[in-house]
């Protein structure tokens, strides 16, 4: 079983940047894959982005590239998403997500995924 623990989230302007963090309770290394995804308010949960821990092979979803990364942290057991030039569409609650094999479909497709944290807010204001 792993559990993830999300942190970091909050209010911030729209051009402002945050970063947030997801603790793992296993060994990072031993989950091959794991993402970011969001959720706003009467909308679906969507794939952020997502990243192989071996060698931190990174895919981005259209409104995430360029603005945001991805990066795993081995050694702490710790998922990053770091975020810039924030949107006011960009305000959603945002989990993280493991899965416990390579993809074998869509990356950023939520079916790929086994175990999800709680989730933290994240706030754009204008």
Do not use: H
């Amino acid at each position: 079983q792993v559990r993830l623990m999300e942190s970091g989230g909050g209010s911030v302007q729209a051009g402002g940047s945050l970063s947030l963090s997801c603790t793992a309770s296993a060994n990072a290394f031993s989950i091959p894959l794991m993402a970011w995804f969001r959720q706003a308010p009467g909308k679906e949960r969507e794939g952020v982005a997502a990243v192989y821990s071996a060698d931190n092979s990174a895919y981005y979803a259209d409104s995430a590239k360029g603005r945001f990364t991805i990066a795993v942290d081995n050694a702490k057991n710790t998922l990053y998403l770091q975020m810039t030039t924030l949107k006011l569409e960009d305000t959603a609650m945002y989990y993280c997500a493991a899965a416990p094999f390579s993809a074998d479909g869509p990356i950023l497709d939520s079916g790929q995924y086994s175990y999800w944290g709680q989730g933290t807010q994240v706030t754009v204001t204008s």
